[in-house]
T-cell receptor, first 114, second 117 residues
Framework: GENVEQHPSTLSVQEGDSAVIKCTYS??????FPWYKQELGKGPQLIIDIRSNVGEKKDQRIAVTLNKTAKHFSLHITETQPEDSAVYFCAARKRTGGSYIPTFGRGTSLIVHP | DVKVTQSSRYLVKRTGEKVFLECVQD?????MFWYRQDPGLGLRLIYFSYDVKMKEKGDIPEGYSVSREKKERFSLILESASTNQTSMYLC????????????????FGSGTQLSVL
């Protein structure tokens, strides 16, 4: 299976609704879980991250929760706005050769309808 | 702010051509990465480098090579471009740390959309 699975692949919400994107990972030793937002024509940018010593982190309208036992983490966006429309990627780590590298989910296309 | 600059935003090449994609970062980061982005497949790692002249294969290195002669510059080379290499290519960097990029934030460039005809 994939190292990082991300769901859903597309998410359509009305402005003001909440949006939740979920990821599961396979490497139980992963300890850093970032979320990136990619707007059209741009590279991904980090919007929030969490380390394994905490279960939840919040920054204004966005929050990330982590369940290390179940090996999943989620991005929560409240009071969505049209400018939240973008592709969102989660990441965890996997081992390749002698190194650990960041590995990404396949992305979620979030559409916020005004 | 960290800046990761990719030399071309759009590139059109012919099958069989040798293609160079250039990436420069200005924050003295140790780690640099090349990803390929395709619809429905997310970001797939081609190669990464954690030091000058060092490189390691990612998930899809076939048909690609890289060069890191200077710390700030990481080049992706398509030895003989093929149509299945038409894609968005993203360069990223991150500071030194344990895990060689797995434990810290990545800074991405804006991407190069490569079309191979």
């Amino acid at each position: 299976g994939e190292n990082v699975e991300q769901h859903p692949s597309t998410l359509s919400v009305q402005e003001g609704d909440s949006a939740v994107i979920k990821c599961t990972y396979s490497d139980s030793a992963s300890n850093y879980f970032p979320w990136y937002k990619q707007e059209l024509g741009k590279g991904p940018q980090l919007i929030i991250d969490i380390r394994s010593n905490v279960g939840e982190k919040k920054d204004q309208r966005i929050a990330v929760t982590l369940n290390k036992t179940a090996k999943h983490f989620s991005l929560h966006i409240t009071e969505t706005q049209p400018e939240d429309s973008a592709v969102y990627f989660c990441a965890a780590r996997k081992r390749t050769g002698g190194s650990y590298i960041p590995t990404f989910g396949r992305g979620t296309s979030l559409i916020v309808h005004p | 702010d960290v800046k990761v600059t990719q030399s071309s935003r759009y590139l059109v090449k012919r099958t069989g051509e040798k293609v160079f994609l250039e990436c420069v970062q200005d924050m003295d980061h140790e780690n640099m990465f090349w990803y390929r982005q395709d619809p429905g497949l997310g970001l797939r790692l081609i190669y990464f480098s954690y030091d000058v002249k060092m490189k390691e294969k990612g998930d899809i290195p076939e048909g690609y090579s890289v060069s890191r002669e200077k710390k700030e510059r990481f080049s992706l080379i398509l030895e003989s471009a093929s149509t299945n290499q038409t894609s968005m290519y993203l360069c990223a960097s991150s500071p030194e740390g344990q895990g060689r990029g797995a434990n810290e934030k990545l800074f991405f460039g804006s991407g190069t959309q490569l079309s191979v005809l």
